[in-house]
C-alpha cells in the first residue's frame, strides 16, 4: 500500500474516532480512543499518522474550537453536525500543527466529507479548511 493511501486511511480512522468522541457522553479519555486505534491495528494500516493526528487534536482543541469559530461565525460549534466539526478539527490541526501540504489537506478533507458527511458538507469543509489556509499565508507573509 502506498503512503498516500495510507495517510488518506489513517485519515478516516482518525475522523471515525473524533467523531465518536464528539457525540459521546461522558468524554472517553485519550487512552479510552488509542485503545479503539490499537483494536484495529489488527488491519494492514499502521496507524501512527492517525494516532498523532488524534494526540494533537485533543491537545489543541480549545485553539481549534477558536479557529473553527473565527472560520465559521454563521455556525455555533455545537450545531455544526458532528462529522462536519470532527473534519474540520482534524483538518484545521493538520493545516496548523503538521507539515502536510494545504492543498492536500484541504483535498483530503473534502474527498472525506463527500464519502461520510451530509450533501453540503465538502462545501462547507472547503470554504472553512481554505479560508484558514489563506489566512495563515497572509500571518506568513507579515512575519517575513
Known amino acids: 500500500m502506498s503512503n498516500k493511501k495510507d495517510r488518506h486511511e489513517n485519515r478516516v480512522v482518525a475522523m471515525k474516532i473524533l467523531f465518536s468522541y464528539l457525540v459521546r457522553e461522558p468524554k472517553p479519555s485519550f487512552k479510552d480512543l488509542l485503545n479503539v486505534l490499537t483494536d484495529l491495528d489488527d ?9 498523532a493526528l488524534l494526540e494533537s487534536a485533543l491537545e489543541n482543541l480549545g485553539k481549534v474550537r477558536l479557529v473553527i469559530r473565527a472560520f465559521a461565525p454563521e455556525f455555533s460549534f455545537d450545531k455544526i453536525a458532528p462529522i462536519n466539526r470532527a473534519l ?16 492536500v489537506v484541504i483535498n483530503e478533507y ?6 461520510f458527511g451530509e450533501e453540503k458538507s465538502a462545501g462547507f469543509i472547503n470554504g472553512v479548511l481554505d479560508s484558514f489556509r489563506k489566512s495563515i499565508g497572509k500571518e506568513r507573509e507579515k512575519d517575513e
Not at 473534502?110 to 464519502?115: D, F, M, S, T, V
Request: proline residues 6%; charged residues 30%; without cysteine.
Open 43 to 51: 488491519s494492514e494500516i499502521e496507524n501512527d499518522f492517525a494516532e
Open 88 to 103: 474540520l478539527i482534524l483538518g484545521i490541526t493538520e493545516l496548523k500543527y503538521f507539515d502536510t501540504p494545504p492543498i
Open 110 to 115: 473534502i474527498e472525506i466529507a463527500k464519502e
